[in-house]
């Protein structure tokens, strides 16, 4: 029965039902203020806990970029101490034993302390730097070597002879290493090793275009050093069966020897006026670095072309190779006195070791497997190629 049907109490008359239906609303009225204000009470009291709440929260440590660099200077030094620890004890080796270069001790180092020691991870970042960021100093530095006027001094003919040592050993190297399926970096790395300047030439070729096995950098490295070292005995042996004058043996040792301490050596043995010539040679073979690491910058943008804006492209001249350009105008100016050249010199040959190192450090003699025969047949024959178009130029020369 709903409420307005239900009969009245006989005993309640009609106006008491008024006054109670009216005093029944009102306290229904205060009870929902008190509701309304015990539920805004709680709410305010909530809202007080969570504001405690989020106050009483510690904030977020903020990183300032300062702060970031000053982590990642101190991050490095793990591997950078490491480096220049291997740096000395492979120049102590280069002291006792001439033929074994800083540069193939340092890497021979490195890739001895990948296999007989786990390197813990903290090293890893100073010796990516080392590998990258003290290679193209070094690069730069090697710039200082040279003096334009002692090349021009060469004549016109030997310099022709030179651009033709290092035009022809690179294309006919890297058309010999395709025939034979080495890979596109281990031919371009030993071309330019062969033709140019050994180790140096090979480290600045990585610095280009950023090998992504370092094995293929060791390896030419070592190619380029066990080759060189079989150039000093041999090539005063050729030239004295092939009757050759020393100025003609000394032109020819400059042209045809990878490493510049090994020409400095093959020159010793041929003896007379043979070493300053072949040391003129080799460094106008040097001078050659910078047009051929442009053109590879060059033809390494042009490949990339087509892929998308995220792939990083290699300036036309990397920044190293202008410090480079830079070092050999400063170098030929004359101003630069000599104990700072000697300085400059030192640290060239350290910096390149401690990249050497760190490159070492990136190859496990597993990898070597995978490697083969061809990288040595194909040095082997860039080697003759060299020799022979250097031969070939100053006999015409005569």
């Given amino acids: ?54 106050t009483s929260a510690p904030a977020p440590a903020v990183v300032t970029a300062g702060a970031a660099r000053r982590a990642a200077s101190i991050g490095l030094l793990p591997g950078l101490g490491l480096s220049a620890v291997a740096v000395a004890i492979a120049m102590v080796i280069a002291g006792f034993v001439p033929e074994a270069s800083a540069l193939l001790s340092a890497i021979v180092l490195g890739v001895l302390v990948r296999n007989t020691v786990r390197l813990p991870a903290r090293f890893e970042s100073g010796l990516t730097f080392a590998a990258k960021r003290l290679l193209r100093v070094g690069i730069v530095l090697l710039g200082l070597q040279l003096v334009l006027g002692d090349i021009l001094g060469l004549g016109l003919g030997m310099i022709v002879v030179v651009v033709a040592i290092v035009v022809i050993g690179i294309l006919a190297t890297l058309l010999i290493g395709k025939w034979m399926g080495v890979s596109p970096t281990q031919r371009l790395l030993i071309a330019c090793g062969f033709s140019i300047c050994g180790a140096s030439a090979v480290a600045a ?35 004295h069966l092939l009757g050759l004058s020393t100025r003609d043996a000394g032109m020819w040792a400059g042209g045809a020897v990878h490493e510049v ?38 033809a390494r943008r042009r490949a990339l072309r087509g892929q998308p804006a995220t792939v990083r492209r290699p300036p036309v ?33 350290a910096l390149l070791a401690a990249a050497m190192f760190a490159l070492g450090t990136g190859v496990r003699f597993s990898t070597f497997k995978s490697v083969g025969f061809r990288p040595f047949a194909l040095a082997a024959a860039s080697t003759v190629v060299v020799a022979c178009t250097a031969l070939g130029g100053v006999l015409l020369l005569d």
Avoid: C, W, Y
């Fill in 205 to 239: 070729v990585d610095g280009v275009i950023e090998v992504e096995k370092d094995e293929e950098v060791v390896t030419a490295v070592a190619l380029a050093t066990i080759f060189g070292t079989l150039m000093i005995p041999l090539l005063p042996l050729s030239a």
């Fill in 261 to 298: 301490a090994g020409v400095v050596a093959t020159g010793g043995v041929i003896g007379g006026a043979a070493l300053g010539l072949a040391v003129m040679v080799k460094l106008a073979r040097v001078l050659m670095l910078a047009p051929v690491l442009t053109t590879i910058s060059v």
């Fill in 317 to 349: 001249i990397p920044l190293f190779v202008a410090g480079f350009i830079v070092m050999v105008l400063i170098r030929s100016s004359g101003f630069v006195p000599m104990p700072a050249l000697d300085v400059a010199k030192f640290l060239q040959t």
């Fill in 1 to 54: 029965m709903s409420p307005q049907a239900r009969p009245a109490p006989d005993a309640l008359p009609t106006g008491s039902i008024g006054a109670g239906t009216a005093d029944a609303t009102s306290r229904l009225a205060a009870a929902a203020r008190a509701a309304d204000v015990s539920d805004t009470d709680a709410s305010d009291t909530n809202a007080s806990d969570t504001s405690a709440r989020v």
